[in-house]
């Protein structure tokens, strides 16, 4: 809303959700409850995340060890985005404002950064870090949001360049 600057209104697209189903990605219409497939014949679809402004999807698969992306707008066929470096990429969050995107992997005990293309890629988190799973983007601010379940489980946050880490929840955390 121009006046409200506390909420945020789409002027164009249609509500949905996308998800993973391990064997393909789907699409349900909030508005008319309607699902249909939007990639098929994965082999271990995990994470998925969208970025509206190029209409690109990206998804993780955990038994090709691979990050994916295709275009929602059109017919194209899906290209892999990275493969170096990722094992068990278990969360996968899009930087809409730079065109990065950012994932959580289990296999590497990592966070990782990448351009869409997968040609600039960089580890930020890897110290002590022991299952990092969900991933959390704040572009404006700069922050990556994760948690990690391991044996100590806890939500931690550190800027969008790895620097900056810090714990911002353990007590009272299971499996995040």
Known sequence: EPNDHSKCKAKYGRPSLIFAQKTDIRELSLEMKIMSSVVNNTRSACAVDFDFKTGKLFWTDIMDEKIYSTNLNSET?????????????????VDWVYSHLYWTDTGTNSISVTDFNGVHSAVL????????????????KGWIFWSDWGRVPKIERAGMDGSHREIILMESVRWP
Do not use: C, F, Q, S
Not at 78 to 90: K, L, Q, R, S, Y
Not at 125 to 140: M, Y
């Open 77 to 93: 066929h899906h290209e892999m985005v990275i493969a170096d470096g990722v094992v068990t990429p278990d969360g996968l969050a």
């Open 125 to 140: 988190v890897k110290d002590n870090i022991e299952e990092p799973r969900a991933i959390a983007l704040h572009p404006a």
